[in-house]
């Protein structure tokens, strides 16, 4: 079986914890990957077998690259789920909005108005405040004539 490390990066900041992706070949060359994570020393105290393949193989200077980049994909991550989250949210409000349109032009006085100026408000409201500000408007005027 053949062993190689991938993309390893610092997974403390005492720097005694790799992360990094194994890759394993059996003899019909099948290739499998894993993450793994490789401690320093094992469980004697002795510097691990893994822990020195893999710093003869990247390095130091390696390893800090692969960190950064490890760190760069996270923030981006991050970035692109409270992105998708924000327009989550924003898409629920504006479908709660609509719904309470459609609930206002339900009622009768609304429904049956001439007023279009204030009808064309309601359509145009850009939020729940001003909805039902325009509509209470509407239905006093309504009450009144």
């Given at each position: 079986?053949?062993?190689?490390?991938?993309?390893?990066?610092?997974?403390?900041?005492?720097?005694?914890?790799?992360?990094a992706?194994?890759?394993?070949r059996?003899?019909?060359?099948?290739e499998?990957?894993s993450?793994?994570?490789?401690n320093k020393?094992?469980?004697?105290?002795?510097i691990?077998q893994?822990?020195?393949?893999?710093?003869?193989?990247?390095g130091?200077?390696?390893?800090?690259?692969?960190?950064?980049?490890r760190?760069?994909?996270?923030?981006?991550?991050?970035?692109?789920?409270?992105r998708?989250?924000?327009?989550?949210?924003?898409?629920?409000?504006?479908?709660?909005?609509?719904?309470?349109?459609?609930?206002?032009f339900?009622?009768?006085?609304v429904?049956?108005?001439?007023n279009?100026?204030?009808?064309?408000?309601?359509?145009?409201?850009?939020?729940?405040?001003?909805?039902?500000?325009?509509?209470?408007?509407?239905?006093m005027?309504?009450?009144?004539?």
């Amino acid at each position: 079986m053949i062993k190689e490390w991938q993309t390893p990066a610092w997974d403390n900041e005492e720097k005694t914890r790799l992360i990094a992706v194994l890759v394993t070949r059996d003899e019909n060359n099948q290739e499998k990957k894993s993450t793994a994570t490789v401690n320093k020393f094992d469980s004697n105290g002795n510097i691990s077998q893994d822990w020195t393949d893999i710093l003869e193989t990247h390095g130091i200077k390696g390893i800090d690259k692969g960190t950064k980049a490890r760190m760069a994909f996270r923030k981006e991550k991050e970035r692109k789920q409270r992105r998708a989250e924000e327009e989550r949210k924003k898409s629920e409000e504006l479908q709660r909005l609509f719904n309470a349109k459609l609930a206002c032009f339900e009622i009768e006085e609304v429904k049956n108005s001439k007023n279009t100026k204030l009808r064309r408000k309601i359509r145009k409201a850009k939020n729940e405040i001003e909805l039902m500000t325009y509509t209470s408007v509407l239905v006093m005027k309504e009450y009144a004539e």
